[in-house]
């Protein structure tokens, strides 16, 4: 396989895109998702952690130093790794992006309620339909979890919104926003390009920026770009241009996700005036 090909696949499965949108960038060994749950078998070079592990008793498994496997994984003391994510088990591959793979990122944790065993009957309090229904318009409002991602998002486009994102559609996960060809697409915030390319052709030239170890964001259908992989960007900066969808709309796909998974980016996006 090319490296231009194994760079596709690895951007394609860091942000664990669609197959049924994928058409023809499938492959028998799909590459690791660093950072998040893994399914499926385990690619050669790499272990999948299991209940109970630890770095030194995964490398003591796998016949290599602790500061090896530590060093190729890019983690740092304390050296905490998760059950059922990936750990490099060789030497990175010096053709792959640069800066993609990193630390194992803790899965989200369950409540103490999910978790903790019961005693006795406890009487659950009982919510109203529309009580109910008013905390999830409030956990999805504009910019209802910028604080708790930590990160200061921003419109990467300012035209209108012209779909949104639904969680139960697994063909909308991200929003898609109108725009004027070749108007700039702005990032969303701080961070680094880890894929910039037009190798999935189902969202044109695409850009994928990692922000922190929890969020990327991604931005698809531009007509141009203008950073690539392992590029560092600020918050506002001009990084691609409005380009065409598949029905010959001028738009930007906008993508954010958490851990991997699509969430509604309006809940991340300030509110508009």
Known sequence: MGVSNRRVLLALCLIVWLPSMLGGCSSTTPAPVYGWNWRGPVPEGFYLVRTGDSLS????????????????????????????????????????????????????????????PSR???????????????????????????????????????????????????????????????????????????????????????????HNDNYLSAYGFNRSLFVKEGDRVTGGQAVAEVGQGAEGTHLLHFEVRRHGTAVDPIAYLPARN
Do not use: C, M
């Open 120 to 210: 006795g009957h406890v009487q659950t309090p009982r919510v109203s339909a529309s009580k109910k229904s008013r905390e999830l318009k409030d956990k999805n409002k504009p910019g209802s979890q910028r604080e708790s991602s930590e990160i200061a998002w921003a419109w990467p486009l300012s035209g209108p919104l012209i779909q949104g994102f639904h969680a139960g559609d697994r063909t909308r996960q991200g929003i898609r926003i109108g725009g004027r060809a070749g108007e700039a697409v702005r990032a969303s915030a701080d961070g680094l390009v880890v894929y910039s390319g037009g190798g999935l052709k189902a969202y044109g030239n695409l850009i994928i920026i990692k």
């Open 57 to 116: 008793l995964v490398a003591q498994r796998l016949g290599i130093s602790a500061r090896k496997l530590a060093k190729w994984n890019g983690l740092k003391p304390p050296y905490v790794i998760y059950a059922d994510t990936l750990l490099r088990a060789a030497p990175p591959d010096p053709a792959s992006p640069r800066r993609i793979a990193g630390a194992a990122v803790a899965p989200e944790k369950k409540s103490d309620a999910a978790v903790r």
